[in-house]
């Protein structure tokens, strides 16, 4: 009989779990299990890989070599976004994972987004993603997969905040200092870009649009809320390619009021979902207030 290879996730092994895991090899016949930790994972993204968009590894190892996961002790600070995230990835590559509830769950911050925008086959920037705890001696990998600069940014940050351009280790370094295990970042390619849209997709349509430019040439952020430029236009104008992804990503996400961002590459004009917003700023005396109270009042009228 072919051996079953099943690897155990937590955050530490001692006596108690070593015990359960010994009993399990003696009573179970073909069976080889892995003890990992999650410090230990890294999780890689290029949706340019058509093939193959997500690679997870433990160790080094590719976790799609394991029949099966086991999540131990993921409900703590800076965990659960992760198992959430690799819940998806697994499920994607149809590997049994243990608890079923995990699958469940459709919406999470920016690592969770990611992952699925990218299984989904929807671009987004090149990523990697390494615990806390071991980034900053990961520096040399990041630089040589995403170049000079990347992004830095914290993965339940918002408005723009927690989010760093970086060029060398020092800059890498200095804004990590201060981070605790509870911080997850993501590490993302820079893209070059005039700006972002914002769309506003509300019931899973695309219903009002913006172009939003940083005022400040040195930040690489456009956000409105530091300051960034907001110019609405029509969705003719942000054309139908920007539209149908707005709507696919707020579909898969199952959000009703949605904020989507997209940055365009100004080199090859390739458009990356940044990040999907479930409770998205709305700008008064706009097409997004309108778009607002239209979606409220259709579904209030459904009660009359």
């Known amino acids: 009989m072919k051996e079953k290879k099943i690897l155990f996730l937590a955050n530490r092994y001692g006596v108690n779990s070593n015990l359960l895991l010994d009993i399990l090899e003696e009573n179970i016949n073909n069976i080889l299990i892995k ?23 433990i160790d080094g190892k590719d976790i799609s070599h394991y029949n099966m996961v086991v999540f131990r002790n993921w409900i703590k600070p800076g965990k659960k976004e992760l198992v959430h995230s690799l819940g998806k990835y697994l499920s994607y590559k149809k590997i049994m994972f243990i608890d079923d509830f995990i699958k469940d ?16 086959g929807i671009d987004v920037p090149k990523t990697i993603f390494i615990p806390t705890i071991n980034i900053i ?20 940050s918002d408005k723009g905040k927690d989010n760093y351009l970086i060029n060398n280790f020092s800059q890498f370094k200095k804004y990590l200092d201060n981070s605790d295990d ?91 979902i940044i990040e999907a917003n479930a409770s998205p700023e709305i700008t008064f005396k706009s097409t997004e207030e309108e778009s607002t109270i239209s979606y409220y009042r259709d579904i209030l009228d459904k009660f009359n």
């Open 35 to 57: 003890r990992g930790l999650y410090q230990n994972l890294e999780i890689r993204l290029d949706t340019s890989n058509k093939q193959n968009p997500v690679i997870v590894t």
């Open 105 to 120: 769950v459709s919406f999470g911050p920016k690592l969770f987004q990611t992952l699925v925008l990218a299984i989904h």
């Open 137 to 156: 001696n990961k520096y040399e990998d990041i630089k040589d997969y995403l170049g000079l600069p990347f992004v830095l940014k914290k993965t339940t």
């Open 182 to 272: 509870s911080d997850q970042y993501l590490c993302q390619e820079f893209i070059e870009n005039d700006g972002d849209n914002r769309v506003l997709v509300t019931n899973f349509k695309a219903t009002s649009a913006e172009l939003r430019v940083r005022k400040d040439k040195s930040d690489h952020r456009n956000n409105a809320s530091l300051g960034g430029i907001e110019k609405f236009i029509t969705l003719t104008e942000l054309g139908s390619e920007k539209v149908n992804l707005a709507e696919k990503t707020a579909s898969i996400f199952k959000i009703n009021i949605c904020g989507v961002d997209i940055l365009t590459n100004k080199s090859n004009s390739t458009h990356y």
